[in-house]
């Protein structure tokens, strides 16, 4: 009778033993690497930014974060490879403006609710944008190529990467906020469009400036404004949209990256994933890369990276409906 006790006894413990193993396993995450899904391609500033990040956390985690380039569909396939991995800690990503932002009120084929699939850890940077014009174009500074565009609406070109895509919503808003027309372009990405403004096929022109900075060091495109915030180390002269009094342009121009998880991520774990971020945006050797690139390291909590994202969707969806757009 006694030994039946002991055993019926014994089996709660066991019970809660069992219970006890997903608090144990968030105790001594990561056990093993961790897979970073970035949604563009290999070499641009967001593979750049995540691949600073990544080599930074290992110091934290005690384990490899493994960059995993998921590119396609404006950035779509990488983010629903995120929404749609196992919520355990091994499977992250990077969100952008664009694909927390733009495509799920833009793009029709958006598959990902950003506030219900996927749990914002915290922003990671921004980066800034160069508005430009070809040496040809009548004018220099931020007035004088906004009094042309108005005196000679709907005859110069700009173009964009495509349409629905950030680009695009920064040309719409241009020319509601500017209150003049620039016949929008779209080019299959950034890259066509940006060899249609050296060439002139376009007269003005908006980039992120690290993939901007060779052009204008050679001179081939002016810098009359930049989308960031603060004046560029590279570009004192150029003032920032804000300075010249258009703040939501400002802030829509700023490109900025942040780390993701799946929506159901453990909160102990989403928190180990934050720490670590964060420390990693303090080290010198990663702040110093960045300033390379006129980035700035941002950190913050999860709540105000949730903040962004509802205000940037709210934003973007007045922008379209301002300007009538429909979702590509």
Do not use: C
């Amino acid at each position: 009778m006694k030994l039946s006790r002991r055993r019926f006894a014994a089996i709660p413990a066991a019970l809660l033993g069992q219970l006890a193993l997903p608090t144990a396993a968030q105790d001594s995450y990561p056990q093993r690497p961790v897979k970073l899904i970035v949604p563009f391609a290999p070499g641009g500033s967001t593979d750049i930014v995540a691949r600073l990040v990544a080599d930074k956390m290992q110091a934290t985690l005690g384990q490899p974060v493994v960059v995993d380039n998921r590119a396609g569909g404006g950035g779509m396939i990488g983010s629903e490879a995120v929404a749609r991995a196992e919520a355990d800690g091994y499977t992250l990503g990077i969100g952008t403006v664009s694909t927390l932002t733009v495509n799920p009120v833009m793009l029709k084929a958006n598959r990902v609710d950003p506030l219900k699939d996927l749990a914002p850890i915290t922003m990671l940077a921004t980066v800034p944008t160069v508005l430009m014009v070809h040496p040809s174009f009548p004018g220099r500074s931020f007035e004088q190529v906004v009094a042309e565009v108005r005196a000679r609406p709907d005859i110069y070109n700009i173009g964009s990467s495509g349409p629905g895509s950030i680009s695009h919503l920064l040309i719409e808003a241009m020319n509601a906020d500017l209150k003049f027309r620039l016949r929008h372009v779209p080019y299959r990405g950034m890259g066509p469009a940006m060899t249609a403004a050296l060439a002139g096929e376009t007269q003005v022109s908006i980039d992120q400036y690290p993939s901007s900075a060779p052009h204008i060091k050679s001179g081939k495109l002016l810098p009359f404004a930049v989308g960031a915030s603060k004046r560029l180390q590279a570009l004192p002269s150029v003032p920032t949209l804000k300075e010249l009094g258009q703040p939501d342009l400002n802030q829509l121009a700023m490109t900025w990256f942040g780390l993701v998880a799946p929506a159901k991520t453990p909160a102990a774990i989403q928190k180990r994933l934050h720490d670590a971020a964060v420390a990693a945006l303090r080290d010198p050797a990663l702040i110093a890369r960045l300033n390379e690139m006129d980035a700035d390291p941002v950190g913050g909590s999860a709540d105000a990276f949730r903040s962004q994202i509802e205000s940037g969707l709210a934003r973007n969806r007045r922008i379209m409906q301002a300007a009538g757009i429909s979702p590509e």
